[in-house]
T-cell receptor, first 116, second 114 residues
Framework: EAGVTQFPSHSVIEKGQTVTLRCDPI?????LYWYRRVMGKEIKFLLH????????ESGMPNNRFLAERTGGTYSTLKVQPAELEDSGVYFC??????????????FGPGTRLTVL | GENVEQHPSTLSVQEGDSAVIKCTYS??????FPWYKQELGKGPQLIID?????GEKKDQRIAVTLNKTAKHFSLHITETQPEDSAVYFC?????????????FGKGTLLTVNP
């Protein structure tokens, strides 16, 4: 079974540009999460989807970040316009009760975003 | 909200020795504590977890202990091997229907020297 996949693996953009990150969760997982790790700090929660609905977006830093999960399958996270402090590694995770406790989260490899 | 502190930030051991990483959490309502291992270029991988109804859990060379009174939990790796070298993250959450977000510690870089 394929794990969580993320695209791209790396992205380098200039301040003010737009970037869209994509996450494909494990097939059948209703819960999808976005996290971010800024250099040297902890991995921080951004938001949580249940199917196509945003369940909790309390970790989103500001309105320059927009997450979507149309159809309840893959998700995108758009940063527009990007700022220097947005640099970091963005992780996606998914979970599903049928394959273990609903809180057991499986992480993707991450997208390393560098804003110059 | 929950806050998780993790120590040490770096740990270097000789192959065959044991390694211990400790975490404390602030919210007494937290009841799920996973540990993740992140190797270079990969995402965090769940290696073991513990729930608040048990005090210890083992899986081969890895064990986790939980002290709910003191609000701390620890990862123990015995007979360390070079392939155990990685960044380890502890996390805490209060799983309830519709909300399973994890609060992470800052990570421990473990280096196992051959």
């Amino acid at each position: 079974e394929a794990g969580v996949t993320q695209f791209p693996s790396h992205s380098v953009i200039e301040k003010g540009q737009t970037v869209t990150l994509r996450c494909d969760p494990i097939s059948g997982h209703d819960n999808l999460y976005w996290y971010r790790r800024v250099m040297g700090k902890e991995i921080k929660f951004l938001l949580h989807f249940v199917k196509e609905s945003k369940q909790d977006e309390s970790g989103m830093p500001n309105n320059r970040f927009l997450a979507e999960r149309t159809g309840g399958t893959y998700s995108t996270l758009k940063v527009q316009p990007a700022e220097l402090e947005d640099s970091g590694v963005y992780f996606c995770a998914s979970s599903q009760e049928r394959q273990g406790p609903a809180d057991t989260q499986y992480f993707g490899p991450g997208t390393r975003l560098t804003v110059l | 909200g929950e806050n998780v502190e993790q120590h040490p930030s770096t740990l270097s051991v000789q192959e065959g020795d044991s390694a211990v990483i400790k975490c404390t959490y602030s919210d007494s309502a937290s009841n799920y504590f996973p540990w993740y291992k992140q190797e270079l270029g990969k995402g965090p991988q769940l290696i073991i977890d513990i729930r608040s109804n048990v005090g210890e859990k083992k899986d081969q060379r890895i064990a986790v202990t939980l002290n709910k009174t003191a609000k701390h939990f620890s990862l123990h790796i015995t007979e360390t091997q070079p392939e155990d070298s990685a960044v380890y993250f502890c996390a805490a959450s209060q799983p309830r229907v519709g909300n399973y977000k994890l609060t992470f510690g800052k990570g421990t870089l473990l280096t196992v020297n051959p």
